[in-house]
């Protein structure tokens, strides 16, 4: 299964966000938080409904070590995600769908 992937503009500036505070922090850490962010997305594309739903058809991936989650649905052949969740933050996202 090939799916393409899309980002709700919101969820583009949460990224933006995470990297930018972890580039303020270091260089390498910021390309950390890329690579774990590209390798869920790898992941994502693989095996889209492997994580389980956090309620009817949203699901949250982990980011690894880092305290974000990526929170997707499937919508046919497009992972949409639709937030990048700070662990601190759980239900800032809670709007949209």
Same mark, same amino acid.
């Given at each position: 299964?090939?799916?393409?992937?899309?980002?709700? =503009?919101?969820?583009?500036?949460?990224? %933006?966000?995470?990297? /930018?505070?972890?580039?303020?922090?270091?260089? !390498?850490?910021?390309?950390?938080?890329?690579?774990?962010?590209?390798?869920?997305?790898?992941?994502? $594309?693989?095996?889209?409904?492997?994580?389980?739903?956090? %309620?009817?058809?949203?699901? =949250?991936?982990?980011? !690894?070590?880092?305290?974000?989650?990526? /929170?997707?649905?499937?919508?046919?052949? $497009?992972? %949409?995600?639709?937030?990048?969740?700070?662990? =601190? %933050?759980?239900?800032?996202?809670? !709007?949209? !769908?």
């Amino acid at each position: 299964m090939s799916l393409s992937v899309s980002f709700n =503009r919101l969820a583009e500036a949460e990224l %933006r966000e995470a990297m /930018l505070y972890y580039a303020s922090e270091s260089e !390498g850490l910021a390309r950390r938080f890329l690579a774990a962010v590209a390798s869920a997305l790898a992941e994502l $594309e693989a095996h889209p409904l492997t994580d389980a739903p956090l %309620r009817a058809d949203i699901r =949250r991936k982990s980011l !690894g070590r880092f305290p974000y989650q990526l /929170l997707y649905r499937l919508d046919g052949e $497009e992972l %949409r995600i639709l937030a990048v969740m700070h662990k =601190r %933050r759980p239900l800032h996202w809670a !709007g949209r !769908g």
